[in-house]
DNA sequence: ATATAAAATGGGAACGTTCCCAATTATGGA
DNA sequence: TCCATAATTGGGAACGTTCCCATTTTATAT
């Protein structure tokens, strides 16, 4: 038990270095001495020392998730654990492990990035979502660490894969006006997310390319939470809105209930467009009408990334981006033509 | 850059053991030079590698949490999003970190089990959630890996976290009895996971006390899926039913829908209580009454003992049990006394 | 059968820490 | 001033792998 593979060496009656290869697959061993010890690593329970490996290597097969502070509040949001979900299975597929990285409020950045940077035990990272000027990414920059950002690229960030926010946003409140709605209202995220400004600029891109000009007071904030929407809906119905651009669906929920809390009827009275098309979406009351996020696809597309670029396989493209479309159900569509 | 420490060691001009006490923080090195080493650090930008410490302290400062096969699809569930935060903040405060291992039915059990046991990163794991037999736990007994299981304890097992399921199901049960439902039936989660087992174990428990006798054919099957409590409900609707003890606040959302779809009100003519008390329940339509689990308190109690256990510390209870509560909301309480 | 090439094996130096123990230096009391 | 003692420092053997070479064995061709 003293040296691992010596024990093994020494049952099998062979050299460590024999051993070594056997355990890595390695070519130029006999059949017959490879069976001789594998036997004896089957008799004795041996499980390689992975941190003798990774000493000598130098890479662990671990891959870190980080979700940072700002939105760790927010894990309650299904999004984050499908992405995790899809992460995962990516990543198991190609042998590599997860370590998991959920920002603490309660801790300060400064100590938070380094904990997460000293701990040394992961080979890349994929930062899920991030704020401006996060101090995690600046750290990095410069780095030798491989990592992969999902979400809208930020300056010296390398790689990174994200949805056409803006795009599919533009898309969405474009429906919302042809159908006739008159006061068509959105619901951000927090704007120190580039995610939630995209969402905001595809907002502004339907009005600009049909002429008309936005209000203002339509144009309402939350967090991603669903009591954020709540709110931010309880201003615009006093504001008169007749249709809302939601930054998500947790936050159309919410909204949805303050409307229901109004005796507003939806779409009757108010239409509603979420975005991510999480499970809830299809089967909420009225179904809701929303933008299709492919979370798999972001998560399996960064990991791969990730991976290549740890294993320096050649990429092709540093930033990618995956599309999203609108999905019609039924929380708009019928617009009193006024 | 040869070594790392002893890099350092040169431009401090000292020796690899001091070094090595400084970044320790052990004592018996003098201000100064323990001031020149810190400088050393800071200018060079050194890190130590922890795949070297690993190997000599054999330990590495990570958890794992495990999320077995069987529930990983249920993962877009909010229970265990919540579980995982709850003890990743707990591992962060005792500085360790965590590794997350997901279930991936595409993966034979067998395989999936030898990966997670033979990537050996990990100085202990939580079990979030077990299957009867599962071949992990298996593996694990007779292991000197130190693990807890969060749920109930299986054979074998000397270290577990749960919440008293059957009692608090009891109570659930026996309130909606209390109320004059006449047709008291139940969706269960999947009987080859004991949670589900204790949970219906209560429903049986309530009716026992009253003396009134179960209804066999009100007694529904489910996956914790939003879907499965539709489908369970659809067919408790059929049997007539007036009252649903549902064992996840998920499958009380896809009874609800039902309920909806079959023109049914809630309460008025079928009463609803979930489990869970997931953040959903508090903003449903109606607001759903349901079994408050405090998962935070489960996270954080099964990472203090897996960390006590890890270290050695004297352990009180091997199997802790943390009481859960009934929340009245509006899903029940207006029995139409027949 | 022999020479030569190829395949299989073994030995031992890294890898970058920790930690024990020996050696050195500082401290304090007579 | 000097000695005993305590505090500080340094040296070097682990820890359990991988991987480069050198060596031995086996296969192949003449």
Redesign the pocket.
């Known amino acids: 038990?003293?040296?691992?593979?010596?024990t093994i060496?020494e049952i099998a009656?062979?050299?460590?270095?024999?051993?070594?290869?056997v355990?890595?697959d390695q070519?130029?061993?006999?059949?017959?001495?490879?069976q001789r010890v594998l036997e004896a690593i089957q008799q004795s329970g041996?499980?390689?020392?992975q941190?003798?490996?990774a000493?000598?290597?130098?890479q662990t097969g671990v891959l870190s998730i980080v979700i940072p502070q700002a939105v760790a509040a927010t894990f309650t949001d299904p999004y984050f654990p499908a992405l995790i979900q899809s992460i995962t299975l990516t990543a198991n597929e190609h042998n590599y492990a997860i370590m998991l990285w959920v920002g603490n409020n309660a801790e300060e950045e400064e100590r938070y990035c380094d904990r997460i940077l000293k701990n040394g035990f992961f080979d890349g990272m994929i930062i899920a979502s991030a704020v401006d000027n996060d101090p995690l990414l600046q750290r990095l920059v410069g780095s030798k660490l491989p990592y992969v950002l999902i979400g809208p690229p930020q300056a010296q960030v390398e790689y990174s894969v994200d949805v056409d926010n803006r795009a599919v946003a533009h898309e969405a409140v474009s429906h919302l006006l042809s159908l006739g709605y008159q006061r068509v209202g959105t619901i951000t995220g927090p704007l120190h997310m580039g995610v939630s400004r995209c969402r905001l600029q595809g907002y502004y891109d339907a009005f600009e390319q049909t002429g008309v000009g936005v209000d203002e007071t339509l144009v309402a904030h939350g967090n991603y939470d669903e009591s954020s929407g709540y709110t931010a809906m309880t201003t615009l119905i006093e504001r008169g809105t007749d249709a809302v651009f939601c930054a998500s669906d947790t936050m159309a929920l919410g909204a949805l209930r303050a409307l229901l809390e109004a005796h507003l009827r939806v779409p009757e009275d108010v239409a509603l467009v979420g975005f991510d098309d999480m499970p809830f979406a299809a089967t909420s009351h009225p179904p809701l009408t929303t933008v299709h996020q492919p979370i798999d696809e972001l998560g399996r597309t960064a990991t791969n990334l990730l991976i290549s670029l740890i294993e320096g396989a050649p990429i092709q493209t540093h930033h990618l981006v995956l599309t999203a479309h609108l999905i019609i159900r039924h929380t708009c569509g019928a617009a009193k033509i006024a």
């Not at 009656?13 to 290869?21: A, F």
């Open positions: 038990m003293n040296h691992g593979l010596e060496a009656g062979v050299s460590k270095s024999t051993v070594s290869r355990i890595n070519p130029n061993v006999s059949a017959k001495t490879r041996y499980r390689p020392n941190a003798a490996r000493l000598v290597t130098r």
